[in-house]
């Protein structure tokens, strides 16, 4: 699996946007750029994850460069509820076996008042 | 999506003794993985929990240490053997389908005294 490079932190003041960018330049063709976050003393959350197309959800928005060596995943209107650490991961197609995720450092995203 | 559920959420353990963790889901998945995160780090895998078959492990963990049983599509159990203070960490389960998603606990932290 391609490796990612993120920021350590960010801040943000609530109410904004969040925009975390992420450097997958490694990556393959048919690798997907996975998001996730971890609030402090739970377990990782599903955010979003896309290939090569922009996607759009409840949570959030995958923005992916033309050449896909880097992506920014949007949170529209942050809330001190979306401090937490953010990974993003690259993992190929379930269906080829690619199953288990890689975790980096990720981004610390603290939300400020 | 799948709910989660590990026991204990949290224990002391003195070196030397073990500790089995358990792993229940709601539904039939057909992955299921073990997690360790130790303090202030990243996730890092340490297996995939087969059904029916022994599990895979990840370089760095080996079976004696971390045994893992898996004797159904709903239920895991991972032991950490023969405790050290360097396995106090958060141990957590992870699942998926076939599908994109990946689901996890809520985390089991292990202090080793």
């Known amino acids: 699996d391609a490796k990612t490079t993120q920021p350590t932190s960010m801040d943000c003041a609530e109410g904004r946007a969040a925009n975390l960018p992420c450097n997958h330049s490694?990556?393959?063709?048919?690798?997907?750029v996975y998001w996730y976050r971890q609030i402090h003393s739970q377990g990782p959350q599903y955010i979003i994850h896309g290939l090569k197309n922009n996607e759009t959800n409840e949570m959030a928005s995958l923005i992916i460069t033309e050449d896909r060596k880097s992506s920014t995943l949007i949170l529209p209107h942050a809330t001190l509820r979306d401090t937490a650490v953010y990974y993003c991961?690259?993992?190929?197609?379930?269906?080829?076996?690619?199953?288990?995720?890689?975790f980096g450092q990720g981004t610390r995203l603290t939300i400020n008042p | 999506s799948a709910v989660i559920s590990q026991k204990p959420s949290r224990d002391i353990c003195q070196r030397g003794t073990s500790l089995t963790i358990q792993c229940q889901v709601d539904?039939?998945?057909?992955?299921m993985f073990w997690y360790r995160q130790q303090p202030g780090q990243s996730l890092t895998l340490i297996a995939t929990?087969?059904?029916?078959?022994?599990?895979?492990?990840e370089s760095g963990f080996v079976i004696d240490k971390f045994p893992i049983s898996r004797p159904n599509l709903t239920f895991s159990t991972l032991t950490v053997s023969n405790l050290s203070p360097e396995d106090s960490s958060i141990y957590l389960c992870?699942?998926?389908?076939?599908?994109?998603?990946?689901?996890f606990g809520p985390g089991t932290r292990l202090t080793v005294t």
């Open positions: 991961i690259v993992r190929g197609p379930i269906i080829q076996g690619a199953q288990k995720l890689v």
């Open positions: 539904s039939q998945v057909t992955m």
């Open positions: 992870s699942v998926g389908n076939q599908g994109y998603e990946q689901y």
């Open positions: 929990a087969n059904q029916g078959s022994e599990a895979t492990y």
């Open positions: 490694t990556i393959s063709g048919n690798e997907y």
